[in-house]
């Protein structure tokens, strides 16, 4: 942990650390995309989606290992809406994200179809008194979700030339050293984020809820917002998408393997997160482009998101 005498300085280098692996990741990645004759959202879903969700992976496995089942759920709930709504929202307002029909009829679903699942899953109880049958079933589904994009990715090369090795190699190396800065930003700026909070008397309760939650969908916000300012939009949307799956299928399935998740407790959140979704297929299909009003209403729903889990719980209908 970060002393408080270290935490400005760790914050700032964790800044500079998002920064500066965000654009190593989304040049990595569209050179490599175009050098392989695939397109850069594979890419994006997979191999990004999966860089930028190490921190929810390191944060709700490490609690399932010590038992804590409501930061590894809530977590990764509480990223999954901040993906949607904070990242897109605010990569939306940066520079509008034009989206491709591909991704309605292929990556959209899926991402619904896994958080769907994720419901059906609570409710039988999979994820609680039988939560090894349920992470078995995440995994092996986020197995064929992986195998499903390799086959996408080996079509779209059939017709391919001949590859350029060397420059190719040098660019996967971008993006893996890419992955790790943003990763290391993220951390950083997690883990000073905390001492402020602890240091100014806030709640842990309130940190886990709040910063935890945001901060580990920061390497989302930073590399879909930088990708958007760079009309990259299809790293912008695909990494969003991608680390939702990630999120549900891999993570919630590896920590369900260790402990019950108790999702039937918190089955309300799993809800909010379907609803958001669901108003993600307007927002994507209309226009075919999230705009700056599209990017400002989902923030605005965040905001009210914030608001329902600080306040909410406590009224009485």
Same mark, same amino acid.
């Given at each position: 942990?970060i002393? +408080? !005498? =270290?935490?400005?300085?760790?914050f &700032?280098v964790? @800044?500079?650390?998002?920064?500066k692996?965000?654009?190593i990741?989304i040049?990595?990645?569209s050179?490599?995309?175009?050098?392989?004759?695939?397109?850069?959202?594979?890419?994006?879903v @997979?191999l990004v989606?999966?860089?930028t969700?190490a921190?929810?992976?390191? &944060?709700? +496995?490490g609690?399932?290992v010590q038992?804590?089942s409501?930061?590894?759920?809530?977590?990764i709930i509480?990223s999954?809406?901040?993906?949607?709504?904070?990242?897109?929202?605010v990569?939306a307002?940066?520079?509008?994200?034009?989206?491709?029909?591909?991704?309605?009829?292929r990556?959209f679903?899926?991402? =619904?179809g896994a958080t769907?699942?994720?419901l @059906?899953?609570?409710?039988?109880?999979?994820l609680? !008194?039988?939560h090894? &049958?349920?992470?078995?079933?995440f995994?092996?589904l986020?197995?064929?979700?992986?195998?499903?994009?390799i086959?996408c990715a080996r079509k779209?090369?059939?017709d391919?030339?001949?590859?350029?090795?060397?420059? #190719?190699?040098k660019?996967?190396l971008?993006?893996?050293l890419?992955?790790?800065?943003?990763?290391?930003?993220a951390?950083?700026?997690?883990?000073?984020?905390? %001492?402020i909070?602890?240091?100014?008397?806030?709640?842990?309760?309130?940190?886990?809820?709040?910063?935890? /939650?945001?901060g #580990?969908?920061?390497?989302?916000?930073v %590399?879909?917002?930088?990708?958007?300012?760079?009309?990259e939009?299809d790293?912008?949307?695909?990494?969003v =998408?991608g680390?939702?799956?990630f999120?549900?299928?891999? &993570?919630?399935?590896?920590?369900?393997l260790?402990?019950?998740?108790?999702a039937?407790?918190?089955?309300s959140h799993?809800?909010?997160l379907? /609803?958001v979704?669901? %108003?993600?297929?307007p927002?994507l299909y209309?226009?075919?482009?999230i705009s700056?009003?599209?990017?400002v209403f989902?923030?605005a729903?965040?905001?009210?998101?914030?608001w329902?889990?600080?306040?909410?719980?406590?009224?009485?209908?």
């Amino acid at each position: 942990m970060i002393t +408080i !005498t =270290l935490v400005i300085p760790a914050f &700032i280098v964790g @800044v500079l650390f998002l920064w500066k692996g965000s654009d190593i990741l989304i040049d990595g990645t569209s050179k490599t995309a175009a050098q392989l004759g695939i397109s850069a959202l594979i890419i994006s879903v @997979v191999l990004v989606g999966f860089g930028t969700s190490a921190p929810e992976f390191a &944060i709700s +496995i490490g609690a399932a290992v010590q038992n804590n089942s409501g930061i590894s759920l809530g977590n990764i709930i509480g990223s999954c809406v901040a993906n949607l709504l904070l990242v897109l929202g605010v990569a939306a307002i940066i520079r509008p994200i034009k989206i491709k029909k591909g991704i309605i009829k292929r990556e959209f679903p899926i991402m =619904l179809g896994a958080t769907a699942i994720l419901l @059906v899953v609570s409710l039988f109880g999979l994820l609680d !008194t039988h939560h090894r &049958i349920g992470g078995v079933f995440f995994l092996v589904l986020f197995a064929a979700f992986v195998a499903f994009f390799i086959i996408c990715a080996r079509k779209e090369r059939e017709d391919e030339k001949k590859l350029d090795t060397g420059k #190719t190699l040098k660019n996967i190396l971008f993006i893996v050293l890419g992955i790790i800065g943003v990763m290391a930003g993220a951390w950083l700026l997690i883990d000073s984020s905390v %001492v402020i909070a602890e240091f100014l008397g806030i709640p842990t309760f309130i940190i886990a809820l709040s910063i935890v /939650a945001i901060g #580990t969908s920061l390497p989302e916000l930073v %590399v879909s917002s930088r990708a958007a300012y760079k009309n990259e939009h299809d790293i912008a949307i695909g990494n969003v =998408l991608g680390s939702n799956v990630f999120n549900i299928l891999l &993570i919630l399935g590896f920590a369900a393997l260790f402990i019950p998740l108790n999702a039937m407790v918190s089955l309300s959140h799993i809800w909010i997160l379907l /609803a958001v979704t669901l %108003v993600m297929f307007p927002i994507l299909y209309t226009g075919h482009i999230i705009s700056r009003k599209e990017g400002v209403f989902m923030l605005a729903l965040y905001s009210v998101f914030i608001w329902y889990i600080f306040f909410g719980v406590n009224i009485v209908f």
